[in-house]
């Protein structure tokens, strides 16, 4: 089962998954655990601070989340490793999850 710590700060939710990898082991249960959570949100930020590597699979489930919420509404990354980064930029999704160095940052932005 893979655990997930909310944390409402403003009008943002920061989502953090409890787990090293965000992957096609993590991916369903990832978006099952946040999915109820995120769906009336104008803005989620996802920190990665105990994530180490995502694939695609991974990435899909952001995708996925954020077609959860309403339109309009943004996902943002916080902690994304480099690794991640450089995969959202190869895939052009960096456009749609822009990511920062932290959440503090992200909710800035």
Do not use: I
Not at 68 to 78: D, I, Q, T, V, W
């Amino acid at each position: 089962m893979l655990h997930v710590r909310f944390e409402q700060l403003g009008d943002a939710l920061v989502v953090t998954p409890l787990a090293r990898r965000l992957d096609a082991a993590a991916a369903a249960a990832f978006v099952a655990a946040v999915r109820e959570q995120v769906r009336h949100r104008p803005r989620v930020v996802v920190s990665l601070a105990h994530v180490v590597a995502v694939d695609a699979s991974g990435l899909a489930a952001l995708v996925a989340v954020h077609q959860l919420m309403p339109p309009g509404s943004e996902l943002r990354l916080a902690h994304a490793p480099a690794a991640a980064r450089a995969l959202l930029e190869a895939t052009s999704l960096d456009h749609l999850f822009p990511a920062f160095d932290d959440a503090a940052a992200a909710l800035d932005a």
